[in-house]
């Protein structure tokens, strides 16, 4: 089973709206909410922002995600929709999907996002 | 909280083994697949292996079918990782990760530098 398809890079400005697209098949992203986004700083553990396509996470996690962060899916493509861009969310992030198969779960690529 | 916590990671040479360990609290354990995810240096992530429950399910990258097995220990609430035949592209940070459909709660990692 192949990678999620993300693009290697996309950039904005503070303030702005970035979009992250990830493509997967009919098997994984298309069959199943069960679409996450992870964010990673250089050095630092892969976080949970949003999971089952459009949820973020709360409760017990040590810190929360704020609503600038969002999810959603058409199709076999999920996408991350970061609004009102900060400096701070510059980072890797990468998709990662259900594939109800014996592989289990499938990521993607990671895509670099430079706030300029 | 949940909290994972890995170790045994180390600099080992070409051909050596090293055994990784996963100390869990925080949830029950006996309820949740378990994996490992690695990811080398400066690359993406690695979906590497999971067990279910039961134990009765197990799953491996091709890039370590035969190398590597994974286990569990319900009464110590552990999770591990026999690595065996290490190579240099196994250089990487191992991630131990809790798998709820997708991987939910990450330990912080531990390094392992196979090298001559």
């Known amino acids: 089973q192949s990678a999620l398809t993300q693009p290697r890079s996309v950039s904005g400005s503070p303030g702005q709206s970035v979009t992250i697209s990830c493509t997967g098949t009919?098997?994984?992203?298309?069959?199943?909410?069960?679409v996450s986004w992870f964010q990673q700083h250089p050095g630092k553990v892969p976080k949970l922002i949003i999971y089952?396509?459009?949820?973020?996470?709360?409760?017990q996690r040590p810190s929360g995600v704020p609503d600038r962060f969002s999810g959603s899916k058409s199709g076999n493509t999920a996408s991350l929709t970061i609004s009102g861009l900060r400096t701070e969310d510059e980072a890797e992030y990468y998709c990662c999907a259900y594939t109800g198969s014996y592989t289990y779960v499938i990521f993607g690529g990671g895509t670099k996002l430079t706030v300029l | 909280q949940v909290q994972l916590v890995e170790s045994g990671g180390g600099l080992v040479k070409p051909g050596g083994s090293l055994r990784l360990s996963c100390a869990t609290s925080?949830?029950?354990?006996?309820?949740?697949?378990m994996s490992w995810i690695r990811q080398a240096p400066g690359k993406g992530l690695e979906w590497l292996s999971y067990?279910?429950?039961?134990?009765?399910?197990?799953y491996y990258a091709d890039s370590v079918k035969g190398r590597f097995t994974i286990s569990r220990d319900t009464a110590k609430n552990s999770l591990f990782l026999q690595m065996d035949s290490l190579r240099a592209e196994d250089t990487a940070v191992y991630y131990c990760?809790?798998?709820?459909?997708?991987?939910?709660?990450w330990g912080q990692g531990t390094l392992v530098t196979v090298s001559s």
């Open positions: 990760a809790r798998v709820s459909a997708i991987p939910d709660y």
């Open positions: 925080g949830f029950i354990f006996s309820d949740f697949y």
């Open positions: 067990i279910s429950n039961s134990g009765s399910t197990i």
């Open positions: 089952d396509v459009t949820k973020r996470p709360s409760g």
């Open positions: 009919s098997s994984d992203v298309g069959e199943f909410n069960y």
